[in-house]
């Protein structure tokens, strides 16, 4: 049970794969404009490192130390084809908005790295555990930069969320700012790099005081035995 916890927090906190590792963040840059465009993306690659890692540690002994990283693309690959497919099939305005970038899931560093490092040495519960937590945290980190540069650079949240969860959720939108003639740095691509460097700083912050040892209290209390 312990292992698990270490592995959520590994994948949610500890080792984010956008705020510590720095992986994928071409993907994490480009379309992290709104809360619903970084779910998206989010998502699919949480599905791919869950499918992946899956598959990987169940072939782990089956597969040859010399062709493991070809095999490892290949089965990649043929999920984010699926995926992307099944994408293309049921949500397809927000595929064509994402674009090149499902596809592109296949060249996620955090991807190939999960299925060598830790899948093809982990049982599959762990495995499983690990694709869930990192694809998580990586979404995490997408939906919160996405909000960021949204509510700043057009003051809504959730705006075109019936891009993903049908006609019923256009009520969605959230107006934070109302009247607000929006911000248009944040939503260019040098605002993905200032939202996404003082997301790093806050949580490096968050970090250095979670490490601040507490003030121990020192009991000046007298045995009268000893007195």
């Known amino acids: 049970m312990n ?13 984010n794969q956008a705020f510590v590792a720095l992986l ?25 490192l869950i499918l992946s890692n899956s598959i990987v540690s169940i072939i782990r002994h089956q597969v040859g130390t010399e062709i493991r990283l070809p095999v490892f693309v290949l089965i990649i690959a043929s999920i984010v084809t699926a995926i992307e497919l099944a994408m293309n099939a049921f949500f397809y305005e927000l595929y064509l908005i994402l674009g ?16 060598e490092a830790f899948a093809s040495k982990i049982p599959f519960s762990s495995s499983f555990l690990d694709g869930l937590a990192m694809g998580l ?8 930069l996405g909000a960021v540069r949204e509510v700043l650079g057009s003051g809504t949240l959730l705006a075109n969320a019936h891009l993903m969860f049908g006609d019923s959720a256009k009520d969605m939108v959230i107006y934070v700012m109302r009247d607000y003639e929006g911000f248009l740095l944040a939503i260019l691509p ?9 997301l790093i700083a806050l949580k490096n912050i968050i970090d250095k005081r979670l490490a601040k040892p507490k003030t121990q209290t020192v009991n000046f209390s007298i045995d ?4």
Do not use: M, Q
């Open 190 to 198: 040098p605002g993905a790099f200032i939202g996404l460097g003082l």
């Open 24 to 48: 994928g963040l071409c993907p994490l840059l480009a379309v992290s404009n709104t809360v619903i465009n970084g779910l998206g993306l989010g998502l699919a690659t949480t599905l791919t």
């Open 3 to 15: 292992s698990y916890k270490h592995i959520l927090k590994n994948g949610l906190w500890d080792n």
């Open 224 to 227: 009268p035995e000893k007195a």
């Open 100 to 115: 090149i970038f499902i596809p592109l899931i296949v060249t996620n560093c955090s991807i190939i790295g999960r299925a």
């Open 137 to 144: 945290g990586f979404t995490a980190a997408l939906v919160t």
